[in-house]
């Protein structure tokens, strides 16, 4: 018997994808791996395991595999090295870690995790990140581990262009992608969770950091109203607090899930010029994965419902 609903839903970005542009082959290749992560999670929930843990795992899985913009397969700075941010979030007391900027950490998720834990901080940055991750054990990763020959190709083709481009988009192509990854879940007990995880920009430079590790722009998480984690142009997310927005939407303006997430993209976010979407789930175990780009790598699964994998609008 389930005690309460629960559920997961996770996303490894949006952008021009069309299908128009994808061999049936890739396309299963993306399809197989959000399915993969969706397990991780899910299995977790179905055990009785928590949110935090279940969108921990799943972004985790995510980081591991080298087609979105996380971990393993972060794109490259300008100076051709990675500097990866993340966020994670408990919906019980609003507890939150954050990590930007570090290179030799396989799994960012983890580390912003562990400062959540173990630290009476909520957002490390830079050098000092990883000098915490290293009292606490992790292993520092070599920057070869990272390196992909695709992602290396982009690099040369922003520097040509003197640009700063969103993940995979082609300089001179009108198409943008964005392959940051998130999940969010609701637990057996009711509680909820959020985690997003990215390499960012290719050739970003001066330290930018996105709205992934922004503990109210590309992530939030309270038992109260909802959990969200968003990918896009994070310059515009910051500027409107997007994940926090759906939130206090639900909270005192007493909008649905689904009204206040078509609110923050299709209108707070899109006013501005903004582009991207978010994936969320309430306290009821609705879910809501908006967007307003072509396409957003995204999966879901409901207790006791099949999962539900979508690429396209
Ligand atoms: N939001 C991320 C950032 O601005 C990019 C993405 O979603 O791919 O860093």
């Not at 005690?3 to 290749?29: N, V």
């Not at 330290?207 to 590790?213: A, E, F, K």
């Amino acid at each position: 018997m389930i005690k309460h609903k629960f559920g997961i839903a996770i996303h490894g970005g949006a952008g021009t994808i069309l299908k128009s542009q994808m061999s049936p082959a890739k396309e299963l290749k993306y399809k197989n791996a959000l399915r993969k992560a969706l397990d991780k999670g899910y299995s977790i929930l179905a055990k009785g395991g928590s949110a935090l843990d279940a969108v921990e795992a799943s972004v985790i899985y995510l980081e591991n595999c080298d087609l979105f913009n996380a971990g393993k397969g972060s794109v490259f700075t300008s100076k051709g090295t990675h500097e990866m941010d993340a966020s994670i979030m408990n919906g019980i007391n609003l507890d939150a870690g954050a990590v930007a900027m570090v290179s030799s950490i396989k799994n960012p998720v983890q580390l912003a995790r562990m400062i959540m834990d173990k630290s009476e901080h909520v957002f490390l940055a830079g050098k000092g990140a990883e000098k915490f991750a290293w009292k606490h054990g992790f292993e520092k990763v070599k920057a070869d581990y990272f390196f992909n020959k695709h992602r290396y190709a982009q690099l040369l083709q922003a520097k040509k262009a003197n640009r700063m481009i969103l993940d995979h988009s082609e300089v001179d192509a009108p198409d943008k992608k964005f392959g940051t990854v998130g999940a969010v879940a609701l637990d057996k007990l009711g509680n909820l969770a959020a985690a997003t995880s990215t390499g960012g920009m290719t050739n970003k430079k001066f330290g930018r950091i996105g709205d992934s590790p922004m503990v109210g722009c590309g992530t939030y998480a309270n038992n109260q109203s909802c959990a969200i984690s968003c990918t896009g142009s994070g310059e515009y997310f910051i500027r409107i607090n997007a994940a926090y927005q759906v939130s206090a939407l639900m909270l005192y303006a007493k909008k649905t899930l689904e009204q206040a997430c078509k609110q923050v993209i299709h209108e707070s976010l899109s006013k501005i010029g903004g582009d991207g979407g978010l994936i969320a789930i309430d306290k009821s175990g609705n879910i809501s994965m908006p967007f307003n780009t072509d396409g957003m790598y995204r999966a879901s699964r409901s207790s006791g419902k099949k999962e539900n994998i979508k690429i396209y609008s």
